[in-house]
Nanobody, 120 residues
Framework: QVQLVESGGGLVQAGGSLRLSCAAS????????MGWYRQAPGKQRELVAT???????NYADSVKGRFTISRDNAKNTVYLQMNSLKPEDTAVYYC??????????????WGRGTQVTVSS
């Protein structure tokens, strides 16, 4: 009974910026960690960034210094600010959340993804 919905993807020129959002909704009691992953054509899904409930963030080396993950706990929303985008950042971006439901069930949930395309 939990859904995560991403938004903010699109087409951008190399060097540009995008801001992704992901809102969790449904029968949520609390949200623990949240994160962003991406999958490029022909490649496996990879970790981009994670953030704890207290705001501690971790990043993949490939995006460190360019991307910033943040969250708004009151809105159950996680953001990914992407700056200095490169063509190799092109992928479908997915958000995830470690969530406990109102029935006290812990689980990891995934959004359906949003396309980010960076042109050269």
């Amino acid at each position: 009974q939990v859904q995560l919905v991403e938004s903010g993807g699109g087409l951008v020129q190399a060097g540009g910026s995008l801001r992704l959002s992901c809102a969790a909704s449904g029968n949520i009691r609390s949200v623990n960690s949240m994160g962003w992953y991406r999958q490029a054509p022909g490649k496996q899904r990879e970790l981009v960034a994670t953030i704890s409930s207290g705001g501690s963030a971790n990043y993949a080396d490939s995006v460190k210094g360019r991307f910033t993950i943040s969250r708004d706990n009151a809105k159950n929303t996680v953001y990914l600010q992407m700056n200095s985008l490169k063509p190799e950042d092109t992928a479908v971006y997915y958000c995830s959340g470690h969530i406990i439901t109102t029935t006290s069930k812990w689980d990891n949930y995934w959004g359906r993804g949003t396309q980010v395309t960076v042109s050269s």
